[in-house]
């Protein structure tokens, strides 16, 4: 019974392919979905939405809380469906569970935005596994393409690693910083620094439009200490308010100039080449540890190697090898 209902809810290709926003969701659902018959599904419909995909703009947004993401999503997203773009924002909340609880999936953020004909926001959970990213947000990405998005953001709050998640699922990322952030580069790491393909000072007007370009000058030598991300392309740092709207074009200038940039090169094809290597492989250690847990001999074997290497009586490589030849020795029989 239940099956039946949950079948009839199974979303139509071509509906994703037309560009029916509804459609579009429910099938954003059906991938991040874990269950198994739903992944059957899942798959089935990214195969046939797959040659529609690989069409726009995939852009990582990060930074910290408060630097001003939603705010600036909101004046980008709207300048772009202005001049003519069909914008989709996924938001990655890293800090959500399986029990809720969102930071980016918050409904009041962007409001013009979520209203706007031109655009579809969507909060796209992590599980609370960067692995989780991988396949639900680049899923749900493809989806977007295939829905007829030109223009994909992918938003993730800069507080640990989803940053990475997010930036091997797209082909620039801008980072957001703040025009007051002390002597810390605005508490940025490096490695997130060496992620970024442009860095935005936000906020920059009124009185903390002075702050706002020093920030930016502090950042620009910061960038030039660093190995560049694309040989012989130095990230660029801009300035902009989101409330004044100065810079919101010159950002997307940016943006659009350096994508043309790469995909003339052919060097974006290459990003894209290596980011899908990367993901079929991360998706095959996934499914490998998940097979393995399973197996009834390993099932039963690793509660006790899990108990002894907790109290520290086995080596975890120790307990690593005879769960792995018990499992060898196994198969082979
Ligand atoms: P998020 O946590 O990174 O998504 O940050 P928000 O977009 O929610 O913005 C945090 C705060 O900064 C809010 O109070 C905004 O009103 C303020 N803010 C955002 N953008 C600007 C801007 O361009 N100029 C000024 N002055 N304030 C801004």
Avoid: Y
Avoid at 135 to 154: I, M, Q
């Amino acid at each position: 019974m239940l099956r039946r209902v949950h079948a009839r809810r199974v979303p139509d290709a071509e509906a994703v392919a037309a560009g029916d926003r509804r459609a579009l969701a429910r099938a954003i659902t059906l991938v991040e979905s874990m269950r198994e018959d739903d992944r059957r599904a899942a798959e089935a419909l990214l195969e046939a939405l797959l040659p529609r995909a690989g069409g726009a703009v995939r852009l990582g947004i990060s930074g910290p809380p408060g630097v001003g993401k939603s705010t600036f999503i909101e004046a980008f997203g709207t300048h772009l469906t202005g001049a003519g773009h069909r914008v989709a924002v996924l938001a990655v909340d890293p800090t959500s569970s399986r029990s809720g609880g969102s930071i980016l999936g918050d409904k009041t953020r962007m409001e013009a935005l979520a209203r706007d004909p031109g655009a579809f926001i969507r909060p796209s959970p992590s599980g609370g596994e960067l692995g989780g990213v991988a396949r639900r947000t680049g899923e749900a990405l493809l989806l977007c393409e295939a829905a007829g998005f030109d223009v994909v953001l992918v938003e993730t709050v800069g507080v640990g690693q989803s940053e990475v998640a997010v930036a091997d699922l797209t082909d620039l990322f801008v980072l957001l910083a703040s025009p007051t952030g002390g002597d810390d580069l605005q508490g940025i790491k490096r490695g997130v620094m060496e992620l970024a393909d442009i860095v935005i000072v936000t906020k920059a007007d009124g009185d903390l439009a002075p702050a706002a370009r020093h920030a930016a000058a502090d950042l620009r030598h910061a960038i030039s200490l660093l190995r560049p991300k694309h040989p012989g392309i130095e990230a660029e740092v801009l300035l902009a308010s989101s409330l004044t709207g100065a810079g919101v074009a010159e950002a997307w200038e940016a943006v659009r100039s350096l994508h043309e940039r790469l995909r003339s090169s052919g060097r974006l094809d290459e990003i894209r080449a290596e980011q899908a290597d990367a993901w079929l492989w991360s998706e095959v250690r996934a499914g490998l540890v998940e097979r393995f847990r399973r197996r009834p001999t390993v099932a039963a074997a690793v509660a006790r190697l899990e108990a002894d290497v907790r109290a520290g009586t086995v080596a975890p490589s120790v307990a690593a090898r005879r769960l792995l030849d018990g499992v060898a020795d196994g198969a082979g029989a």
